[in-house]
């Protein structure tokens, strides 16, 4: 948001339209309380206090939990704190939809694969969809991180191909309404419904470790000047402190550093340090944040702002006629805009400027700053047996042999008759049923490989 401010002032300045003077000198001079822009649609309840939610057990996956922020029944895209319990090991798993994180505090440990690290507070990473992760665990204490998910999560069994459980948006709305916790709404019409502000019902909240001094320096654990490039070599997750904070053009109290731009949805990731005040503004896309340190004042919001911990979600076509710092302290918050921003000079207004992420591809550019890339090299591992081949095992066909995509035929529990040594069907006859994808000719199992 703040890159978007600069741009306006900037455009108004060439148009002449505007004061000639830099963003922060211009932004100042919007007082929220005084201004004749002072109204806002902000509603109040796309914010909530990730202290006043408690943590619930993520069903088939020991160890991990979760506090609910947004659940959507539209498109499956859920948010949630997740917590790893020390000495637990998830599950391994894959995301079916694409996912991001940003470890909050503690360490998590990838045993391997593209994500294969050790990740502390402050990174931030992104897994693309259909990625499978292996063996993720909290060896050295509890583990928090924030988490977006644009899909499910299917969690594999012992033998590490069969998907024996799902965590979906579906298991996020439904534990909070059993325990009655509010979730931000995704839109303004679920908003006008809700029986009462997002949060928990009951005093079972419990605030992060993250927050438990009040704010989370995660981002900010370096001099900011350069890039430590010890701590960007993967490319699949970047630890923020090892980014330098980069000066928006002409406002130098407005400082991002740009994780991740996605060329093909528009989705842009970015650390934000602002100390100037955001002029009017429309996101023509949802958008989430959290803040990380500071107090982020809202026109038309809670009167004493939005401290650290606090989560927020802005639906497409959300309004702010302007987003200030609140505290002494700086502002510092993880963003998440999933679409173009456009800038007025209030309601009703001609549109200045729309901004897109081609802008954050050359702010990143000139910056020479490393992005998160956006998706993982072709992975033969991921290969996910489903029910139409799982009742009949076959560990060394999907390992190289060559069944040439013909009916591979079994003699029921005598072992192999095409493809090699060991693709037979395991158990007796039951487990080789026809529901179960197999087909009987006389006393041979004809069985399709998928």
């Known amino acids: 948001m703040s890159f978007y401010a600069n741009m306006v002032w900037a455009l108004l300045s060439l148009l002449g339209v505007g004061a000639e003077a830099p963003l922060n000198a211009a932004c100042k001079s919007v007082n ?83 994500m294969a690290g050790k990740l502390g507070p402050g990174t931030w990473g992104y897994i693309p969809a259909n990625s499978r992760v292996n063996g993720t665990a909290a060896l050295e204490g509890d583990v928090e991180f924030l988490q977006n998910f644009m899909g499910p999560v299917a969690f594999l069994g012992e033998d590490k191909h069969q998907i024996v459980a799902l965590f979906t948006a579906a298991d996020v709305w439904r534990a909070a309404a059993e325990r009655g916790i509010t979730l931000v709404p995704s839109t ?12 928990g019902s009951k005093n079972d909240g419990e605030p992060l470790a993250a927050f438990l001094s009040g704010e989370a320096k995660i981002a900010t654990n370096s001099n900011g000047l350069t890039t430590d490039t010890s701590r960007t070599i993967r490319p699949h997750y970047v630890d923020t402190n090892a980014l330098p904070w980069t000066p928006t053009p002409g406002a130098p109290d407005v400082k991002v550093k740009i994780l991740r731009v996605s060329e093909e949805t528009g989705t842009v990731n970015l650390m934000v340090s602002q100390q100037a005040i955001v002029p009017p503004h429309q996101h023509l896309g949802p958008s989430d944040f959290i803040v990380l340190e500071g107090t982020m004042g809202l026109v038309g919001g809670d009167k004493e702002g939005y401290g650290p911990g606090t989560w927020i979600y802005e639906d497409a076509g959300a309004r702010h006629e302007g987003t200030f710092q609140q505290s002494k302290e700086d502002l510092v918050y993880l ?62 066909c999907w390992e190289g042999r060559d069944c040439g995509g013909r009916l591979a035929r079994h003699r029921r529990g005598r072992g192999p008759a095409l493809c090699g040594g060991r693709c037979r069907c395991r158990g007796s006859e039951p487990q080789c049923s026809q529901s179960q994808g197999c087909r009987r000719i006389s006393s041979w199992w004809m069985v399709r490989r998928g």
């Not at 001609?350 to 072709?378: C, K, R, T």
Request: glycine letters at 6%.
């Open 32 to 114: 929220p309380k005084t201004s004749a822009h002072n109204r806002s649609v902000f509603d109040t309840n796309y914010a909530i206090k990730t202290a006043s939610l408690p943590w619930i057990d993520v069903p088939n996956a020991p160890g991990l939990q979760f506090k609910p922020l947004r659940a959507s029944r539209e498109t499956g895209m859920f948010s949630a704190v997740m917590r790893l319990k020390d000495n637990f090991r998830q599950p391994d798993l894959v995301h079916l939809g694409s996912s991001d994180f940003l470890v909050l505090d503690g360490q998590l440990e990838y045993e391997d694969g593209y």
């Open 335 to 396: 963003a998440n805009i999933y679409g173009p921003v456009s800038f007025d000079e209030g309601p009703g207004t001609q549109v200045l400027l729309i901004a897109s992420f081609m802008d954050y591809v050359d702010i990143a550019a000139g910056a020479a700053q490393p992005l998160v890339h956006n998706i993982f090299p072709e992975d033969p591992s991921l290969l996910i047996k489903t029910s139409f081949n799982a009742a009949c095992q076959w560990p060394r």
């Open 188 to 199: 303004h019409k679920e908003s006008a419904l809700l029986p009462s502000r997002p949060g």
